[in-house]
């Protein structure tokens, strides 16, 4: 199987290095990525400026890497439409230093690249860490290549797409896997006032993820130490949770564990 791979951080990041690293291990890898940090674009789409895309040097060696002046989307669309002649089987998005919850994945670059191999029908798989820089890559990028053979082996049913946040913890301290929905609300909901001489302005603010008391959601899961797996839908239909068949949690942080070895 061929795997597109993707970030909203740009291509040359080491979240998406460690995740190319490990996906290499169990199916081909071809990586289209924004050429600069796209973060909190969300669904957005170039149609009024070409697109430019560059070859550029392997993030792994023998994985063929596009450059894309454009947004995570953009990329995608790319991928799937033109870019690479292979027949690709699924989309993985991240890793994504810092969390995408609640309503934030409205927000988020990570989750709308994954969104787009949706709509094409194919399993689509977006992965956040919780804290920038964070020490841990290695565990999400291992859970991600958990989850992409769970994808393959059939067992869903339609083609899936899941937003999962690691927390920023050593593996021995995880608690589990929680499969959640996303809580209503935002970490972007302040804004600092600054002057700088020619007149005010104003910063938006991101915090830190809040405490959630309701333990059905991704906040809360991640507040707790448990790693957080969302199934989405692309409509914006009110209906039930998709259906996540099987035992995904319940056996997946002994497998993480084992895989980690
Ligand atoms: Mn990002």
Redesign the pocket.
Known sequence: MKILVT???GVFTDGLQALVKELKKIAHVVVVAPDR????IGTAVTLHQPLRVRRVRPVVPEVDTYSVEGTPSDCVILALSTLVEDKIGMVVSGI???ANLGDDVFI???VAAALQGYFRGLHALAISIEAAGSHYLDTAAGLAALLVKWLDSSVVPNNAFLNVNVPDLPLAEIRGVKITRLASQTHIDTAREGNDGKGKYYWLVRHRADKSTDNQTDVWAIGQGYISVTPLHADLFNRSAPAIPGNLSSDLLQRLRQHQR
Do not use: I, L, P, V
Request: aromatic share 0%; net charge negative; charged share 25%.
């Open positions: 970030n909203d951080d940090e796209q973060s909190a994504n230093q810092g988020s670059g990570t």
